[in-house]
């Protein structure tokens, strides 16, 4: 076709349909879609409410110090220099959430004080002329519900020279016009700012400081050091301010967990191993807290979207409006069977019967069941929050996250695990004064029920107190204070022998007190923490696949094209292919894989500058056919395959070499 | 000439300015002609625009100040001139100049045509002064030699500029009269500044306790101990960095507070300075108060006297590099370090560093005898001069291909720790991240997706090792040449 420029393609026509696998069940599988999706949007409205709420309360102490900060006069003035006012805001390095950061700081400068609220953001400034255009754009756009603005305008544009539009007295316009106190800008990610334009805007605000009061924020993602080597020591001088810092990333994502994870009231909860990934994702890779709401609305849409037993969530579901099928889909759950199988051994043969065959009877169990299993779990996470707050009033010296017991309890493991032993042995060595701190600590806890009578304890230490006449704490027999090591010498050997110091009757009743006080958290935990995994219906109520989180968020691009590349029968799932794989990796070159897969996995045996003409020799002795004819073909083939690996960046021609190609990415990187 | 009350007045408001009042009121009066350019010449700090200002406003002749540093272009300037010069103009007259004409102005020329409109039917002399037009940002090339002939062109008008440096070059005139504002002398800084002292007590003793430490009394021994403090200041600081006067200030009053806290605190007498001195001598032996910070450091001061009351000697801190407050992600930590690493290593030396396999041993031995090896070794050894060599850490970062840096990254984590990374696009979610924080910047052109791409590291030694010390990495060890102190 070399004569033509450009034809008209036309595929050959073939007589089969399409290979592509079509739905011929006619019922519609998603018929409580909608239902179901109304109850997502409840829930998650609930826990989206949670976040904002603990986002909020993180940096609210912050948002006041800075609202205050701008507020306050600006000082200096008994030594005669004026200095911008200046805040760095060291929002850490989690980028993703500095804008909703600066947006929230925004709301608060704007309802709270009678100032004007700048962002500059770095793309939208790449050089003075547009910083300040965006700034005067910014600040004026605010009034244009003034009425007699238009008319101010007209007038100076009729008449008298131009004011440009990068010219800041469009900005001293509008203060004669508005009086505002402060006009704070705010830069948002100042790392990315050139250094020259920051120094050149800060000299620019200094010689109007006089007529416009400017307040500057600085977004800082690394350190207030690191900002200050960038600015010149002129620019320097020009600054005065404070530092704030923003509650920490990693400490705002723990609570974020306890507040919608491991909390008392969730309907739906995420699973231990779906709950350690986006845990550890965000410890090692991202700290970001958008992200881990953005995983655990993706999570609640995957189970309400892909469960269609999830319906059971609903509070005030009826029989009624329950198709059939969600029934008999309940009646497949491995919870159910082994549930069932559980009612055969103890020959309840009457109710299992019952339960497959009556629909009704069926929908009303499980709808208890989804009723108790909800108390069952917040059950478990009451005990985990009592556990770390015990924890905390033993001062243990371990410090285990909430998040950490949590994923522990939830899988189950936490029952006889050495944490929960090494904790109920630190209760039983606890001296009264530590005691009363406990207690205090549980009593604090008003939301979570524990079985164990508070104040009852607290009553009899009172009174054990009460009685005794010196200051010293109280202790119990098994506290190691009271044991004391003899060193005796028989006969040139040493022996070594423990002796119990004599405990005082206050100190027996003491231990006593506490032995019950072991005992009743020792049976209340036992009792909570079971393994939620076992539990009835535990597919209804927890959401534990980690596949769908993952790649969603956490694709891997560059394996996907690898493996497609190094193994292609993985994606063409083709019968030619897998017979060559089969026999193993020897044979995983074959003429029957696409070219450019052909070409990639020679690519991977050679060193870093590739010889072409090898390259094809080897090419042609895997595909190429017998007889010359075929060359062509093998040919074009071989420059497809080549050029497509260059366009996906694999291949680049070499300048030190003729003839070679330079190879750009290595596999597993 | 001014009637000399006036010039007293000034003289006394400007110390130490004598000559260039007198010249500037000579040059400037409303009855002598004055020049037609005058260049007012002299460093930052040296009270060039506020003497102008003064005897411009002294004796009372029009003029108008047009701010350099407010304009951001040539045209910007030129805009502002008219504009500024038909607000003055309007002020003077009290009278509204019709605008209508004066709607643009695009070039100098123009300028020109609209400066002749304005001064045409008048008599008085109007003075325009270019405040720091040679840092004019976007200034066109003839900027300066056509506004030197200016006051040719235009009659009336008299063209002042303050600049920095003298530029008898730039303004292609000949014989243009400069006036120089030379930098302040020990004796004047100190002069000027100890017009106004800070006062030692910031809230007054208390009356009852002391009754006869009056007001008067205390402004006494504030002067007094302020004269004697800027003194010293200037010969063990200021002399050496920061001669001008806002800087001699500024490090001055940042250890004023800190220096009179004995005196506040009770412990020493107002006027026991010698003692003061040697009390609080660490003060003065650090560089602390040199720098410009934003947030002031005033704990720093504290910690150093503690230390200096306790022990006698000022200790040597390293300076203090606040890593922590960078709370990163863990793989954050080694991909930093993998990019130093990168940056620093030469390519060829990757082999012997961070493979694992048989071969390395032998890899590394030929890598021992290339003169780039360590310059620790080679400056220990007897011909060390021969082989002299800076330190690697002290040059600039060479760029690195993208997976180089990952290849290494993955050498460093599982090294550290079992199990491999998997291949996941956060990997280069971080990669963009640390770019937009300016840790990785990239160097050359060449398509973030596309192999040629090619970074580099622009962060230092320093914190690169605190970052090590943090995930248990010593970095120094991995570094081609080692690292000494």
Partial sequence: ?669 | MLPDELLEQLQTSFPCRELQIRQLSALYSARLPSPSLLTVYGLEATGKTSIVRGVLRANSIQHCIVNSRECITGRHLLERTVASCLDALDQYDDAEIDRKPYARCENISALVVHLQRMMEERTEKFVLVFDGIDRQREAPPTLLPSLARFGEMIPHLSILLITRFPLPLALHSPGAPHLPFPPYTRAESIHILSQSPPKIFLTPPDPEKFPDYTADLAAEDDAWLWGRFLGTVWDTMSKHVGRDLVSFRTTALRMWRPFVTPVVAGELGTRHFVRLMVRQRSLFQGEEPLLNRVVPKESRFKENIKDTLAVGTVKKKPLHLDTDILSLPHYTHYLLIAAYLASYNPARTDSTYFMTHADGRKNRRRVKNTPLSSSVSLSKSKNAKNHRRIPRHLLTPSPFPLDRLFAIFRSLVEGEREGSVPQTGDLLGMVRTLASLRLLVRAGVGGEVEGGGKWRVAFGWEWVRGIGRGVGVEVGEWLVGGVDG
């Avoid at chain 1, 609930?46 to 800075?66: G, K, P, V």
């Avoid at chain 1, 709808?367 to 779990?377: T, W």
């Avoid at chain 1, 060595?429 to 009852?456: H, M, N, R, T, W």
């Avoid at chain 1, 497809?640 to 750009?664: I, N, Q």
């Fill in chain 1, 1 to 669: 076709m070399e004569h033509e420029r450009c034809y008209i393609y036309t595929p050959p026509q073939s007589e089969e349909r399409a290979a592509k696998r079509r739905r011929t069940d006619s019922s519609n599988h998603q018929a409580q879609l909608s239902a179901r999706l109304d109850i997502y949007r409840e829930l998650w409205a609930q826990q989206e409410e949670r976040i904002h709420a603990t986002l909020e309360e993180a940096d609210r102490s912050t948002l006041e110090n800075i609202v205050n900060f701008i507020s306050s006069p600006s000082r200096n003035h008994d030594q005669g220099l004026t200095c911008i006012l200046t805040g760095l805001i060291i929002a850490g390095p989690s980028i993703a959430s500095h804008g909703p950061f600066f947006d929230r700081l925004g709301r608060k400068i704007r309802n709270e004080t009678n100032s004007a609220y700048i962002l500059l953001t770095s793309g939208e400034c790449p050089n003075l002329k547009s910083l300040l255009k965006n700034l005067i754009k910014k600040v004026t756009s605010r009034t244009e519900d003034d009425d007699d603005d238009d008319i101010a305008q007209g007038v100076s544009s009729r008449r008298g020279p131009k004011v440009l539009d990068f010219d800041l007295q469009h900005v001293q316009e509008w203060q004669t016009r508005n009086h505002v106190e402060k006009i704070v800008v705010a830069v948002q990610d100042s790392e990315a700012f050139d250094a020259g334009l920051l120094a050149e805007v800060i000299d620019l605000f200094h010689s109007w400081l006089d007529r416009l009061p400017f307040v500057l924020l600085f977004g800082i993602a690394t350190s207030a050091e690191s900002f200050e080597d960038r600015l010149s020591g002129r620019a320097l001088r020009y600054l005065e301010g404070e530092k704030f810092n923003v509650t920490q990333t990693d400490k705002v994502i723990e609570t974020l967990f306890g507040a919608t994870v491991a909390s008392t009231d969730v309907p739906l909860r995420i699973g231990p191993n779906l709950s350690r990934r986006m845990l550890d994702r965000q410890k090692d890779y991202v700290q970001n807290v958008q992200d881990l709401s953005d995983g655990l609305k993706y999570a609640y849409m995957s189970h309400f979207y892909a469960n269609c037993t999830s319906i059971f969530l609903k509070k005030d579901i009826t029989f009624k409006e329950l198709p059939k099928e969600v029934l008999e889909a309940v009646r497949n759950l491995p919870s159910f069977r082994k549930w069932v199988e559980l009612l055969l051994d103890s020959r309840k043969t009457q109710e299992v019967r019952k339960l497959l065959d009556s629909d009704e009877h069926l929908f009303e169990t499980v709808k208890a069941n989804v009723i108790s299993g909800q108390e069952v779990l917040a059950a478990v996470t009451a005990a985990v929050i009592v556990l770390v707050r015990l924890r905390e009033a033993l001062q243990m010296t371990s410090q285990v996250p909430l998040s950490s017991i949590w994923i522990r309890a939830a899988s189950g493991e936490l029952a006889e695990s050495p944490l929960l032993r090494e904790t109920m042995l630190s209760i039983k060595k606890v001296s009264s004064d530590k005691l009363g701190q406990v207690l205090a600590s549980f009593k604090a806890a008003e939301s979570i029920y524990l079985p164990v009578d508070i104040s009852a304890f607290q009553n009899a230490l009172e009174d054990l107190l009460k009685q005794k006449t010196d200051s010293t704490p109280l202790r119990t027999q098994d506290d190691v204070r009271t044991n004391s090591l003899r060193t005796t010498v028989v006969a040139q050997k040493v022996e070594l022998s423990k002796h119990k110091a004599a405990l005082s009757e206050q100190d027996k009743l003491y231990s006593e007190l506490i032995a019950r006080l072991h005992d009743d958290l020792e049976n209340y935990f036992n009792g909570t923490f079971i393994d939620p995994k076992e539990l009835f219906l535990s597919e209804i109520l927890i959401y534990d696949l980690r596949s769908p989180l993952t790649e969603v968020f956490q694709p891997k691009p560059r394996f996907a094209i690898e493996r497609a590349l190094g193994s292609p029968h993985d994606y063409l799932g083709c019968d030619c292919c897998s017979a060559a794989g089969d026999k193993g990796a020897e044979a995983a070159l074959s003429a029957t894989q696409p070219a450019t897969a052909i070409l990639y996995q020679l690519y991977l045996e050679s060193g870093s500058l590739i010889n072409v003409a090898d390259l094809w020799a080897a090419f042609n002795a895997i595909t190429g056919e017998e007889g010359e004819d075929n060359d062509h073909k093998t040919m074009a083939l071989f420059q497809r395959a080549l050029a497509e690996l260059r366009y996906l960046g694999f291949v680049k021609p070499s300048r030190k070499k003729t003839d070679h190609v330079t190879k750009m990415l290595w596999k597993g990187l």
